[in-house]
């Protein structure tokens, strides 16, 4: 039987939970009761993905792991904080304050804010506290310092190279 191999273009389906079991992203509908996903785009009932391994299209600890998988195999995949959103970076925490944004912005706690860098760099934001004076931003990817958890199954290799 065929197994998956670097440049082969595959189709899986997945969940990626964190420690607590919390259900971030799944190809499968089933897996998805909508309190069980962490935010509204968890990618729940997208159906699988397609992806060539070792182009990075996917988290490469998740495409090196589909290695030597057969279509119809399942496995568990550990991805470290280091190799997937990074570790938590109390530096990405920034009070500004309140009269650096525009008027017509009412600033709430947990909004996204999309912000722009000295060099004109665009990046999200989210609040996490404010008061009359300062607004405090948290601009860590919402899965930073999260060590993620993929249940993986090959359904079928759509593509191989020789």
Same mark, same amino acid.
């Given at each position: 039987?065929?197994?998956?191999?670097? #440049?082969?273009?595959?189709?899986? $389906?997945?969940?990626?939970?964190?420690? !607590?079991?919390?259900?971030? *992203?799944?190809?499968? %509908?089933?897996?998805?009761?909508?309190?069980?996903?962490?935010?509204?785009?968890?990618?729940?009932?997208?159906?699988?993905?397609?992806?060539?391994?070792?182009?990075?299209?996917?988290?490469?600890?998740?495409?090196?792991?589909?290695?030597?998988?057969?279509?119809?195999?399942?496995?568990?995949?550990?991805?470290?904080?280091?190799?997937?959103? #990074?570790?938590?970076?109390?530096? $990405?925490?920034?009070?500004?304050?309140? !009269?650096?944004?525009?008027? *017509?912005?009412?600033? %709430?706690?947990?909004?996204?804010?999309?912000?722009?860098?000295?060099?004109?760099?665009?990046?999200?934001?989210?609040?996490?506290?404010?008061?009359?004076?300062?607004?405090?931003?948290?601009?860590?990817?919402?899965?930073?310092?999260?060590?993620?958890?993929?249940?993986?199954?090959?359904?079928?290799?759509?593509?191989?190279?020789?």
């Amino acid at each position: 039987m065929a197994t998956a191999k670097t #440049g082969d273009r595959v189709r899986i $389906n997945f969940t990626g939970t964190l420690e !607590d079991g919390t259900i971030f *992203d799944t190809t499968y %509908a089933d897996n998805c009761s909508g309190d069980d996903c962490i935010d509204d785009d968890c990618g729940c009932e997208t159906g699988p993905m397609e992806i060539t391994i070792g182009e990075e299209e996917f988290f490469i600890f998740v495409e090196q792991g589909v290695i030597g998988m057969a279509p119809g195999e399942k496995k568990t995949i550990i991805v470290p904080p280091e190799e997937a959103f #990074g570790e938590y970076d109390e530096e $990405n925490i920034l009070t500004l304050e309140r !009269d650096q944004f525009p008027d *017509d912005l009412v600033p %709430a706690v947990d909004m996204d804010l999309e912000l722009n860098d000295e060099d004109g760099d665009s990046f999200v934001a989210t609040v996490i506290e404010l008061d009359d004076k300062t607004v405090t931003l948290d601009a860590n990817h919402p899965l930073a310092g999260e060590t993620l958890t993929f249940e993986v199954e090959l359904i079928d290799i759509i593509n191989t190279v020789h």
